[in-house]
């Protein structure tokens, strides 16, 4: 984001200017009372500090009760069936993405490990609140049918990254 580069210049400029210049809190302590601060340059960023337009202040959201989630409501049976049922569509969604792990992938390529762990466990979650959503935990399981839904989507999702993924 933009504060993020921002910030980045900031620290570069200081790393850079390193033992050029000594900070104010190396500086002698009469230097200090009788010299002005030193002058920062500032990016000029419009959006943050310009006196033509006024920064509109963001609206405050009411909190709203926040959600229960589905795990905190099932009896111990029922949550580990579902961790069951979660770990075994971690491996197909692991299998699946490992294809595009791969050097000769030509859409959706993932070129980092973490990018591949993040989207593993994005597409796991994903995929196991919609069965959730089809059907109760005692009828959650990994199916020939799921297999291939899941594995049209995970086409579908990729495609739609061009030759290389880059996290969102």
């Known amino acids: ?54 920064i509109k202040s963001q609206p405050q959201m009411m909190k709203s009760e926040p959600k229960a989630a589905p795990e905190k409501e099932l009896d111990p049976s029922s949550k580990r069936a579902m961790n069951d049922f979660k770990a075994q569509l971690a491996k197909v969604v692991v299998g699946m993405l490992g294809k595009y792990n791969k050097v000769d992938c030509k859409t959706g390529r993932i070129m980092d490990s973490k990018d591949f762990k993040y989207l593993a466990r994005k597409l796991t979650h994903g995929l196991t609140e919609k069965e959730m959503q089809r059907k109760s935990v005692g009828e959650l399981c990994v199916t020939d049918s799921l297999k291939q839904r899941v594995k049209q989507y995970i086409t579908s999702y990729m495609s739609k990254f061009g030759p290389i993924y880059h996290r969102t």
Do not use: D
Request: no cysteine; glycine share 2%.
């Open 1 to 54: 984001s933009l504060k993020q580069r921002v910030k980045q210049k900031q620290w570069y400029q200081r790393r850079v200017r390193g033992s050029q210049q000594p900070t104010r809190s190396q500086q002698p302590a009469q230097s200090l009372q009788s010299a002005q601060p030193a002058q920062r340059v500032q990016p000029k960023i419009e959006a943050y500090n310009s006196p033509q337009k006024p």
